[in-house]
Every structure is written in C-alpha cells, then in structure tokens.
C-alpha cells in the first residue's frame, strides 16, 4: 500500500475480529514507535504490550470509548481488541513537558504501521490509570500515556468532510460510523495567514 | 516505499539541497496531517505555508537548531529549508490540552508522507513565537505549536544503538550525524512491566 493511502484508509476502529496478534507482530508496532523522532533525543517512552487473555480482559474493563457513539461503539464481547500497547512515560527521562509530544509522535507510527499489515487500532486517552498500573504492575517514576487497542478490523468507517460546523462523528443507519473532517482549504493558508491557495 | 522502510529510514535532515517545492506538493503534505486522529475530533490544527523567499528568509531567523550539534548544523546560506509548514492550534476548538498531542501526531504525518516522496524535514519547537505571528500576520487566537522545515536531503544521518546511556546525538570526522536509540528490547515489556520477550 502506498504511503497516501495508508494515510487516506486509515480510520479509528473499536470494532474487531478476534484472531489473535503474535508477539513478534507486536514487537514489530513497537519498533516502529521507538523509530519516531523524540525532542531533543530524549527518549523517555517504554511499551507494554498486552496480549495474554486474563491481562487483555483486566485492561479492557480500564477503558473508556468514544464518547459520540456510546453506547452503540462499546466493543461488546466478541468484537473487543486483541491486545494493546500501553504507552508509558518514564518521568526521570522527560525532557520538559515533551513526553505527551514524543508519545503522540510514537503512536501515529504505532497506528500507521498497524493499519499498513491490515491491523486496526483505537487509540485511548481516557483510561482509569490508578487500576491499570497495578493490573501491568507500574513503578511510581512511569506514567501510562495512552493505550493503543488492537486487532484486525470488523468494522469499516467512513471518511467524511464537515457539514457546517459539526466535528461530532456518528454511526448511520447501516451502523456505519462517519468520521467528518475540516476541509483541506479550510485549515491551510499560503505564506500569511487567511491567503488561500491560488485557483 | 513499503511502509516500514520510510519509518527505519526516515531521520531529521538539518542540511538541505536548493530544489523549491511547489504549492502542490506542501498542500498533499497538510493533506496527511488533516488525516491525523484528533481527539475527540476536535479538529484544532491550521497549517500556514511557506515557501515565498522573503517570507522563508524572515522565518528561518526565527528558529534555534539541534542544540548537541551547534553550531556545526546550524544550515548555512546554500542549505537552508526551502519551505515550512507552521502547525498552529485554535485555542477556540482546542479540547483540554489535547492541541499538543493532535498536532505530534499530524506533524508525524507530515515527516512521513516528506520522507515517502524524498523529502527531508526537521521538526522544530524552538521557536521565537512572537515575531513569527506578526511574520505570517496569525491572529491571537492562535499559537504556534511548531515549524516544520523542508526540502530535499543534502546529509545522509545514520541510526545508531545507545552506547551506555547517552542519548546525544553526535557528528563524526565525516560530519555524518549519528543518532542514537534506545535498544527495542530495553524499552519493551511483555504483559507486565519488567517482564522481557521470549528468546
């Protein structure tokens, strides 16, 4: 796939098929966040990968879902992820406030390089942290960025451009979810903000 | 390209040939980045391009360089970035402090597509903010959260391993830049922390 297009297809999935992810893959999607640029070199990210049932069952209940499409988009039994990577900050190594920049930089390279081998991802912010550093057994100096929930994908969202004003995504009648974007001339300008790109 | 290859391949570039990149080519790079996951799809980021020579001249005063490497990689006339991109966040449409974090993950949407079409980059946070808003005319509501410098390659850096624990990145006799990343294997667990891959 090239480049673009692994960029244009790739969308959030929280819907997933259940044949599982081999440790080797998974080590794979975290070389590829490892290989992100981190400010000033610093390098403060470790990974947990999470692939074991009773570990990928205890993560899953610390998780929150996209807020649009609840509850219909709650993975239920049968349609959860697979795994995860859970995406720690080593507090001794930070550089300044960089950790949630080179975490954020690390998991788009964890989330295009999944969606490159045809694996599907849901990256997570709202995790209940307290619960899940004892479930992964944390030290105190690291703290959970994020998780990235994985899987292959059973579910196929669609792309959309923003009517008026709404950036809500949502799910049709079809149980399609619709994902509306800010149109490109919309969010770019040329050389001095508000001129647009010639004709 | 396949898709790994960009990721291990793909360093920061400080020194640049003098080829221009057209409108075309820098819209397909906030292209990439307009696709980047937003949380919640909030949808913050704008993007000004530049690549007018004045307005590339006045903005390039306004950066600090790879600070390990000064003033060796500081671009002399001859290399210097031929076009920016400058992601700001609209304070108005930020979600709690997730503009940060939204704009790591499309300027490594940007790096990337740069890179899959031979483009080099370098991504910059240090940045005199209040002379390059009146620069590029930006309105209060906005901030500058980082420039991305452009152009085609003219220095080969190499991946290296951590020698020890210094995660500097370095020049050698050949004036090839070395930088250096922490092993796979030191930075990855396996279901819970401190727990390494089988063998």
């Known amino acids: 796939m090239d480049f673009m297009e692994i960029i244009r297809s790739r969308r959030t999935i929280r ?13 794979e999607l975290v070389e590829a966040a490892r290989l992100a640029p981190s400010a000033s070199n610093g ?10 049932k009773t570990q990928v069952e205890r993560v899953f209940e610390q998780l929150a879902w996209g807020a649009y499409v609840q509850p219909r988009r709650d993975p239920p039994a049968g349609h959860r992820p697979v795994a995860y990577i859970v995406v720690l ?26 969606w490159s081998k045809g694996i599907g991802s849901c990256w997570l912010a709202s995790v209940n942290r307290e619960t899940t550093v004892d479930i992964l057994n944390i ?22 451009e923003c009517a008026g004003d709404s950036i809500e995504y949502y799910l049709d009648d079809d149980d399609r979810l619709h994902v509306p974007k800010r149109a490109l001339n919309t969010i770019t300008h040329v050389n001095t903000f508000g001129r647009r790109k010639k004709a």
């Not at 819907?15 to 080590?27: A, K, N, W, Y």
């Not at 690291?142 to 792309?159: F, K, N, W």
């Open 15 to 27: 819907f997933f098929r259940q044949d599982p992810l081999g440790e080797d893959m998974l080590f």
């Open 139 to 160: 030290p105190a100096k690291y703290r959970i960025d994020s998780v990235v929930a994985l899987g292959y994908p059973d579910e196929t969202p669609l792309l959309a």
């Open 89 to 114: 900050i080593n507090s001794e190594r930070e550089l300044g406030r960089f950790g949630v920049v080179d975490a954020a930089a690390a998991i788009e390279n964890i989330l295009l390089a999944s």
């Open 43 to 52: 390098q403060p990210l470790e990974y947990v990968i999470v692939n074991e």
